[in-house]
């Protein structure tokens, strides 16, 4: 299979910051994705070519990816008294598809779903060198800590 384009997103970002002792913590990003297919034609068994999907491309084809909740989870044994921020991300992809169907016409589609999902935690205040954090914990960094 070539390589599918890929784009970060985050679908869950909580920044905690306990100034003065007092801890505040700030939902700023709570969207989650959704998987979801689409033909050009409704001529599809749906269930069936997501099953299918599934099995063949070990690729996910249904469901929310809602990270709020397990990031709240994962980010409750962090216990650092600086600011930092929690984070959830993927990478989104589109695989387009093709069916052959009894008759010998062609339909066309695409599947828009993600792959790697990622929970981490990142300090504000800290200064990673090449190779010491995720390419998404640089990016919630960049975007978030400011």
């Known amino acids: 299979m070539k390589k599918l384009?890929?784009?970060?997103?985050?679908t869950a970002i909580r920044k905690v910051d306990p100034p003065w002792g007092d801890e505040k913590s700030v939902v700023l990003?709570?969207?989650?994705?959704?998987a979801?297919?689409?033909w050009e034609s409704d001529r599809v068994d749906e269930t069936?070519?997501?099953?299918?999907i599934e099995d063949e491309l070990e690729i996910i084809t249904s469901g929310t990816s809602d990270a709020l909740p397990e990031l709240d989870r994962f980010l409750s044994g962090v216990k650092e008294k600086k600011t930092y921020v929690g984070y959830a991300a993927m990478e989104e992809v589109t695989v387009p598809l093709s069916l052959k169907c009894l008759d010998g016409t062609r339909i066309q589609g695409k599947l828009?779903?993600?792959?790697d999902a990622e929970i981490g935690v990142v300090v504000c205040a800290t200064k990673y060198g090449k190779g010491e954090a995720p390419v998404a914990a640089l990016k919630?960094?960049?975007e978030f800590c400011n």
Do not use: G, I
Not at 5 to 10: K, M
Not at 48 to 52: G, K, Q, W, Y
């Open 5 to 10: 384009p890929r784009s970060l997103t985050f």
């Open 36 to 38: 979801k297919l689409e």
């Open 140 to 142: 919630a960094q960049a």
């Open 112 to 115: 828009f779903t993600w792959v």
């Open 29 to 34: 990003v709570d969207k989650p994705f959704t």
């Open 48 to 52: 069936a070519t997501l099953a299918a």
